[in-house]
């Protein structure tokens, strides 16, 4: 399995949030006149600002789009979507909810409420609607991964592995992929990183690939990860205790 690459952000879900400065900045270098747009005009105006990161101005599409296609659960979901990377958080939430319910097999609205309730630190909400979002698709690498750091944040670990092998085992580059412009979010933070790297690392060395195992290690590490001497009590790294690799990498605890 190829390891990974961390190039911008993460998990199966990363978030930019822009800084009231560059809001304010930006609704100050462009006049958005929505009236006289259609709605699939003003979607189309809204991605464009997304993938800038006009975040003030796709909101006002958003907005206008949605007022002119109430039942939309796309356009609520892409609403909160721009919501949520602005750092608004609660409106965000009312519009994924909103179109999860307007269509209640829409996995990436229920995905998406998960995420807001993550970056809220209310993980065992989190994990509920990564679950719903799961069931409804299951083959979708994101979900599985934020799943797993749902159940990592609780120290639910055997669980986080199992949902963070299922979506390496979808997406080799699950925790590789940005999403400007989609319509699922992906949580993630330089914390969330170390963890998936460490954990990523776990799963490799009971694979027994252990060239792979060190690489993860060694990400965990750049990353900042807290307990990396914990593989010297883990039983799953057993097998690299004796190697001098390991030992430069982590420099075994000294005895007491």
Known sequence: MRVPRWTAIVLAI???????ALIAGQAE???????????AELEKAGDTCRAEKDYVHAIQYFQEAVRKDKKS?????????AELQAGRMKQARVDFEKAAKLNPKFADALNNVGAVYYIQKKLDFAATYFQKA???????????????????????FDRAVGEYTRALELDPDVMEHQNRVGV???????????RFYYM?????????????????????????????????????????????????????????
């Open 200 to 256: 990523l690392a776990k799963i490799h060395a009971k694979r027994g690939d252990a060239d792979a195992c060190l690489r993860c290690l060694r990400m965990a590490k750049e990353k900042g990860y807290r307990d990396l001497r914990n593989v010297y009590k883990e039983e799953e790294f057993s097998r690299l205790w004796d190697d001098a690799r390991l030992a430069e990498l982590i420099p075994r605890p000294v005895a007491k």
């Open 29 to 39: 270098q462009r006049v958005v006149d929505t009236k006289s747009m259609t709605a």
């Open 184 to 194: 699922t979010a992906q949580i993630g933070n330089t914390e969330d990183q170390a």
């Open 73 to 81: 659960s796309m356009l609520h979901n892409k609403l909160g979507l």
């Open 134 to 156: 799961v069931a409804l698709d299951e083959a979708r690498a994101t979900f599985h991964a934020n799943l797993g750091a749902a159940w990592f944040g609780q120290k639910k």
């Open 14 to 20: 990363a978030l930019a949030f822009a800084g009231r």
